[in-house]
């Protein structure tokens, strides 16, 4: 009897483990209790699966039904016979790889790893860590010889959260395994459940790489048009109406300026970079992309501190309002937004920074940065000498603003009308 345990339940391991539910007996694995407690009450916080949804696959005992039953009690999981890894990867504050979480994830599976079981990691890493750095903690942990005892695969994530139109069954996905005969296996597993099909890769290795190779060439696009908004607001064009207008070729690719965060395109290249310098090679492009997009909070908070200037506006002690705190539309997910830095930008040169978002948590923007912010549309936007679109959430098109000689309005994801606004990124 196939029976799976997903470790993690965020914006990864949650939508996998209640699409697997929909055929196979599920454990959900989490450290936080509160986030358990939540889902067992049938409620995502992340918005990335429905509740009605999420209800219909939830089992209120551990047991074999199929179904999923989200726990954080190993004793839940020692049963499984497949074990799917989709915790964080990150970077440090130096941008260094951080393996601390896939460290811990796998000594969690190792207490209750057994003969026969497989292991497949889902977090984006560089090439060589499932079996150079995570198979050693798995052995470790259980005395168990890998290829002998159990068997391991990778199969990368391809979440894009908020994306309701690209979900993950819709999404073709990588697989790979230890051995031949494990790599189908894995392959078989997930095409039972994905609709959009798997594509096999030749090992572990090349699926690694794949998939950190996907985040990298996405950075280097956007740092591209990053670049060329710098270059065309010199030469006072405007960058989207550039866009627009090479886009009318067939094979233009459809990126636009912005700043980079969120979980993946941010951070996977720091990944690839790491490894490629371990080896002896300096990766130019991939790392010269990574410092164009780093540079983007200071220069969109330089271009507001000047169009404030310019209209005789004093900066120090100047109220500003942030439209958007997440690190991207529609979605709840604040992990890595580039728009903290742009706040703690503007706060250092004297603004008073109100921060606006309906879609993110307050408590959760707290703790993680430390802001006081608000869910609420603000009564009155003449109060503020300064007001930056951040995140180009749906809501924000209803609001009534327009740029005028005693405020600014800068739009960092050209979602307003051009008219209404004094500067677009």
């Given at each position: ?10 914006y ?8 697997f ?17 939540s ?12 509740n ?6 939830l ?50 599976v ?18 060589g ?20 005892d ?20 819709k ?29 096999l ?66 951070v ?38 000047k169009l ?57 923007v ?40 005693k405020q ?18």
């Amino acid at each position: 009897m196939t029976k799976i345990a997903v470790i993690g339940l965020g914006y990864v391991g949650l939508p996998l483990a209640r699409l697997f539910a929909t055929k196979y007996s599920v454990v959900g694995f989490d450290i936080n209790k509160d986030r358990v407690d939540s889902l067992r009450s049938g409620v995502d916080a992340t918005l990335e699966v429905e509740n009605d949804v999420l209800k219909s696959v939830l089992l209120e005992h551990p047991g074999n039904d199929i179904g999923l039953f989200c726990s954080c009690n190993l004793s839940d999981i020692a049963d499984c016979n497949y074990y799917i890894v989709t915790v964080p990867t990150p970077v440090d504050k130096n941008n260094r790889p951080d393996l601390t979480p896939l460290y811990k994830s796998s000594e969690t599976v190792g207490k209750v790893l057994k003969k026969g079981d497989i292991v497949i990691y889902e977090s984006t890493v560089y090439p060589g860590v499932t079996e150079e750095e995570c198979v050693p903690v798995l052995e470790k942990t259980s005395g168990l010889k890998f290829n002998v005892d159990f068997f391991a695969g990778y199969s990368p994530e391809r979440i894009n959260p908020g994306d309701k139109q690209h979900t993950i069954e819709k999404i073709v996905k990588i697989t790979s395994g230890s051995t031949s005969e494990i790599g189908y296996r894995i392959n078989e597993l997930y095409l039972s459940v994905i609709k959009a099909g798997t594509h096999l890769a030749q090992s572990i290795r090349v699926a690694e790489a794949a998939k950190v190779i996907e985040n990298a060439q996405r950075d280097i696009n956007i740092a591209f048009v990053n670049e060329l908004a710098k270059i065309f607001n010199l030469l006072n064009i405007d960058t989207l109406s550039v866009l627009e207008a090479a886009g009318t070729k067939w094979n233009f690719l459809p990126f636009k300026p912005g700043l980079v965060g969120g979980h993946c395109i941010g951070v996977d290249p720091y990944y690839l970079a790491q490894k490629a310098q371990e080896v002896g090679y300096h990766p130019d492009i991939i790392l010269s992309g990574r410092r164009i997009n780093d540079s983007m909070a200071e220069y969109i908070t330089t271009q507001i501190v000047k169009l404030m200037i310019n209209k005789g506006i004093i900066v120090k002690g100047s109220k500003l309002l942030m439209l958007g705190i997440t690190f991207k539309e529609n979605c709840p997910d604040i992990r890595n937004s580039k728009i903290v830095e742009v706040i703690n930008l503007l706060t250092s040169y004297g603004l008073i920074v109100t921060i606006y978002d309906p879609w993110a948590d307050i408590v959760e923007v707290k703790q993680q940065y430390g802001f006081l912010i608000t869910n609420e549309t603000p009564k009155d936007l003449m109060e503020y000498q300064a007001i930056v679109l951040g995140v180009a959430h749906d809501i924000f098109k209803l609001l009534s603003i327009k740029s005028n000689d005693k405020q600014v309005v800068y739009d960092v994801k050209g979602l307003l009308a051009k008219f209404n606004v004094d500067a677009t990124l």
